[in-house]
């Protein structure tokens, strides 16, 4: 049980925060550290709707939904945070190489499109 008027239980448990904060950091540096970590935290984000407004018009049902994608946004919000704030030259990175992607497959696209044009 933890005391909060025992200075050495509260310096405990102090380090034991800063440590969980700085074990926290130290794996998503690791995770973005790969490409296939950058990758999956890219699609991870993606499913965050991060540039949504969030609105759904309706009724109750659209109020359930609307709530719903809040907390989906709010936890890419707090993702790219920590992404940022611990890895920031790597969620550059990250962004840098998910564009390329995107414009890679828009080139297959044209590409597989004009085949089957002609």
Same mark, same amino acid.
């Given at each position: 049980? +933890?005391?909060?008027?025992? *200075?050495?239980?509260?310096?405990? *448990?102090?380090?034991? #925060?800063?440590? $969980?904060? #700085?074990?926290? *950091?130290?794996?998503? +540096?690791?995770?973005?550290?790969?490409?296939? $970590?950058?990758?999956?935290? +890219? $699609?991870?984000?993606?499913?965050?709707?991060?540039?949504?407004?969030?609105y759904v018009p309706g009724g109750p049902e659209a109020q359930r939904h609307q709530d719903y994608m809040a907390g989906r946004r709010s936890i890419g919000i707090e993702l790219l945070g920590e992404l940022e704030r611990h890895a920031p030259h790597l969620t550059e990175r990250m962004s840098e190489e998910a564009r390329l992607m995107q414009a890679e497959a828009e080139l297959a696209d044209l590409i597989a499109e004009e085949q089957n044009d002609g």
């Open positions: 049980m +933890h005391d909060p008027n025992d *200075a050495r239980q509260v310096r405990q *448990a102090e380090q034991r #925060e800063k440590l $969980g904060r #700085e074990r926290a *950091a130290d794996d998503l +540096h690791a995770v973005m550290e790969t490409e296939y $970590g950058r990758r999956f935290v +890219h $699609g991870l984000l993606g499913l965050c709707n991060l540039r949504s407004d969030g």
